[in-house]
């Protein structure tokens, strides 16, 4: 469920910036309106449709300028982390099951749990959660 002045607000975008507006929407399952407010009163002015200067009730130029640096920095930051997360799963899976593997064997645990018992606890908890999930 969107509500209307959600999309209100996006019309007040170039569309460019509306696609991303509802991405970011979307990755963070928020669809308020208030919410895309915010996201609208971040954008710098060359990606709105309006030429007049954009005025946000409450806040100055220098405070809108710092939001509009802000969510450039959070959209980069954002996209990095997108960008690495397939990778990043991959290498969860791999390792969990190393570790699965690893608390089978006898010999290992044995070990572990005599000269690094934090160790085998963390690994034992790691495998739990990947046999719950």
């Known amino acids: 469920m969107v509500p209307l002045n959600t999309f209100r607000?996006?019309?007040?975008?170039?569309?460019?910036?509306?696609?991303?507006?509802?991405?970011?929407?979307?990755?963070?399952?928020?669809?308020?309106?208030?919410?895309?407010?915010?996201?609208?009163?971040?954008?710098?002015?060359?990606?709105?449709?309006?030429?007049?200067?954009?005025?946000?009730?409450?806040?100055?130029?220098?405070?809108i300028e710092h939001m509009e640096r802000e969510a450039t920095n959070i959209d980069r930051e954002f996209r990095m982390?997108?960008?690495?997360?397939?990778?990043d799963h991959l290498d969860l899976v791999l390792a969990t099951g190393y570790l699965a593997r690893m608390t089978e064997n006898v010999r290992v645990v044995h070990h572990l749990a005599r000269f690094h018992p934090e160790l085998l606890a963390e690994f034992q908890r790691i495998v739990q959660l990947r046999e719950a999930a």
């Open 9 to 63: 607000e996006m019309k007040k975008l170039r569309p460019m910036r509306q696609i991303e507006v509802a991405e970011t929407m979307i990755a963070m399952n928020r669809f308020s309106w208030p919410y895309a407010k915010s996201l609208v009163a971040a954008t710098p002015q060359h990606l709105l449709t309006s030429e007049k200067r954009k005025t946000v009730r409450g806040l100055s130029d220098e405070q």
């Open 81 to 87: 982390i997108e960008q690495s997360y397939g990778t």
